[in-house]
């Protein structure tokens, strides 16, 4: 059950979130941050960033140009998490089942809130003309609420009155369709892969592929040493409780690849090897330069 205040706090957010990102854009309003604020409203801080990273890294390769409207991942990943832990769901189903048809679903909202936005931009020209400069910095605020209210009354009216219908939802994908509820989540697992491969495919790759395989061994060069501090901790601490009792920590810090060493160091071979080619190129470019001067 969410309680009223979770609902007013997590509708504070969602108006707040898309102005931030239209104007001082401190980064709150990016899913992962979506899903901190949701995380620590519901008490479930795990379930929040997970939900929020997942939903970051899906959207990680969408972007928009001009005026053109977009998935609210944001709003997805809030609506996900509250209900993900009032309801007691998968995080990785309720990403396939709320946060990603929510996020699409917002474009709609969007769209008005666009429009309704109208309104205050021909007021604000209006005031121009006239050189009524405090009106006009009334309407330019006014115009932050048809924003806010595209992604504030669907989060509201979503949380103060669909908490039965997930509910109903949910136990159904436990119950009888469990099948469904696995296929959700396994897509929900999926979906960070298709925001990779979107970004891929506008990045330029096989120029700086380099600096793509040195990102990729180092995320798994520490991917291993922060798993297993855990583990080194725990070790320490009972070598402590158990003093004189032989034993070392068990933490698994060899068990990574020499794949990885190898990817990495082939990647600062790409690297040398890319400068020093130009390298070469400019100093051919120069020498042409002073041979055609001596001409």
């Known amino acids: 059950m969410i309680q009223w205040w979770q609902i007013l706090l997590l509708t504070l957010y969602a108006a707040y979130q898309i102005l931030d990102e239209l104007g001082p854009y401190s980064s709150a309003g990016q899913a992962v941050f979506a899903g901190l604020i949701a995380g620590l409203v519901m008490g479930d801080l795990k379930t929040g960033l997970y939900i929020g990273g997942?939903?970051?890294?899906?959207?990680?390769g969408v972007g928009t140009f001009g005026g053109a409207s977009r998935i609210d991942a944001n709003s997805g990943t809030v609506l996900a998490t509250a209900f993900a832990v009032s309801?007691?769901?998968?995080?990785?189903?309720?990403?396939?089942?709320?946060?990603?048809?929510?996020?699409a679903l917002m474009v709609y909202t969007d769209i008005l809130g666009r429009f309704a936005n109208t309104f205050w931009g021909h007021r604000c020209d209006a005031d121009v003309e006239k050189m009524d400069w405090k009106a006009y910095n009334r309407h330019f605020l006014l115009g932050g609420v048809s924003w806010s209210l595209s992604r504030a009354l669907p989060v509201f009216l979503a949380l103060a009155f669909g908490g039965d219908v997930v509910a109903s939802i949910t136990a159904a994908l436990n119950g009888d369709l469990a099948w469904i509820g696995k296929g959700l989540t396994v897509a929900g697992g999926a979906l960070p892969a298709v925001g990779f491969a979107i970004l891929l495919r506008y990045l330029p790759v096989k120029k700086h592929v380099a600096f793509l395989l040195l990102g990729f061994g180092i995320t798994a060069l520490f991917g291993t040493a922060f798993a297993n501090i855990g583990t080194l901790g725990g070790d320490v601490a009972a070598l402590g409780a158990a003093a004189g009792l032989d034993g070392v920590p068990s933490g698994a810090y060899n068990?990574?690849?020499?794949?990885?060493i190898a990817v990495i160091g082939l990647a600062i071979s790409l690297i040398y090897y890319n400068n020093n080619q130009a390298r070469s190129a400019v100093a051919a470019v120069a020498q042409d330069g002073d041979d055609d001067d001596e001409l």
Not at 87 to 103: K, R, S, T, Y
Not at 255 to 260: N, Q, V, W
């Open 54 to 60: 997942m939903m970051q890294l899906t959207v990680l």
């Open 255 to 260: 068990t990574l690849s020499m794949l990885t």
């Open 87 to 103: 309801q007691g769901m998968d995080p990785e189903q309720a990403i396939g089942l709320i946060a990603v048809p929510v996020a």
